[in-house]
């Protein structure tokens, strides 16, 4: 098979009543763009027909159209990875299929890839996320440049571009924890961020949750800054002190003043108070171990089912299994 200027990695998970409206937008848009292209799609342990719809849209544009089967749901991210395994295309290109993202703005993002730009993050503009969603990422964006150095604008974004030299790098990462777009900003020479489009979700709901958000972020910050160890460090060197002085303070009063029940209590929300602190640090701690243990078990990222290509000898075994499971005539 020829290998195309541009490849689209999307990921797909659940998401029947977004596709037939994803391919009718997509391929016009890259068809639009007078180059060699694929588009990598990978099901992500799918449970409603988005399978039986891949299959069916491969059928129609196989040259196009290369389909890698999870045969469990391994995350968005496990899926990204995936999908930049499987790209061939000197430009890569990632969506989320939820057609936030306009794929209109694809041709924008590979305009900046031909001016040198190896890799391309995207701004959303006019966003069409909830108030707290916003206003989450806002705060979480301040903490991150505070604490890391990773600078991205708007991280919550899917659609960006990469060069091949930034997607091989990501190929060779053996994190299990991965933040693509946090990796590739930090792997390449020439970044450039660009405003694009932002519409609201075509169907269905997000699959992220607070709690997912929350999880993501914190991933994000423990994976590339060992700073909240260290200000957790400093914060008990600064407990510990101001508790000595009180200490102190206490003992001298109580050979002044003599023995005081009134203090009972304040002495109870200054012990809750350290312990609220003690619990955190090794809340904090934990996650730093719970990384190194997902790491030293050097688990697979995802298990493939099956691919769906052009030229695979067992493309007809493999689709006659997928008609069977999606109960197509």
């Not at 108030?131 to 604008?153: D, G, H």
């Not at 957790?232 to 005081?260: D, H, K, N, W």
């Amino acid at each position: 098979m020829a290998t195309p200027k541009l490849s689209v990695v999307i990921p797909v998970y659940n998401e029947e009543a977004v596709l037939p409206t994803l391919f009718a937008r997509l391929y016009p848009s890259l068809d639009a763009l007078k180059i060699p292209f694929e588009i990598v799609y990978v099901n992500d342990g799918s449970k409603d027909r988005s399978v039986a719809l891949l299959r069916q849209q491969f059928s129609a544009r196989p040259h196009e159209t290369r389909v890698v089967l999870f045969h469990a749901n391994f995350g968005q991210h496990a899926a990204v990875m995936a999908g930049l395994a499987y790209a061939r295309g000197e430009y890569i290109v990632t969506l989320d299929a939820d057609l936030q993202n306009p794929p209109e703005e694809i041709g924008k993002l590979v305009g900046m890839l031909d001016e040198g730009y190896d890799y391309v993050g995207t701004i959303r503009q006019q966003r069409q996320d909830s108030l707290w969603r916003r206003s989450f990422s806002k705060v979480i964006n301040k903490i991150r440049e505070w604490i890391t150095p990773v600078r991205i604008t708007d991280q919550g974004c899917m659609m960006r571009g990469y060069a091949r030299s930034v997607v091989t790098a990501l190929n060779q990462t053996r994190e299990v924890n991965t933040f693509i777009p946090a990796l590739a900003s930090l792997y390449a020479m020439r970044p450039i961020e660009v405003p694009i489009a932002h519409e609201e979700r075509f169907a269905g709901r997000s699959k992220y949750s607070l709690y997912s958000l929350v999880r993501l972020n914190f991933d994000l910050i423990t994976g590339f800054s060992v700073v909240p160890l260290q200000l957790f460090s400093m914060v008990g060197m600064a407990v510990s002190l101001l508790s000595a002085v009180f200490f102190v303070y206490l003992f001298i009063r109580r050979l002044i003043v003599g023995p005081e029940a009134e203090g009972l209590f304040t002495l109870f929300g200054v012990v809750f108070f350290l312990i609220g602190v003690a619990l955190f640090g090794i809340g904090l701690l934990g996650e730093y171990v719970g990384r190194i243990y997902a790491q030293v078990r050097e688990r697979p990222r995802y298990i493939i089912e099956g691919v769906l290509e052009e030229g695979t000898p067992e493309i007809t075994q493999l689709a006659d299994v997928l008609r069977e499971r999606a109960q197509l005539p």
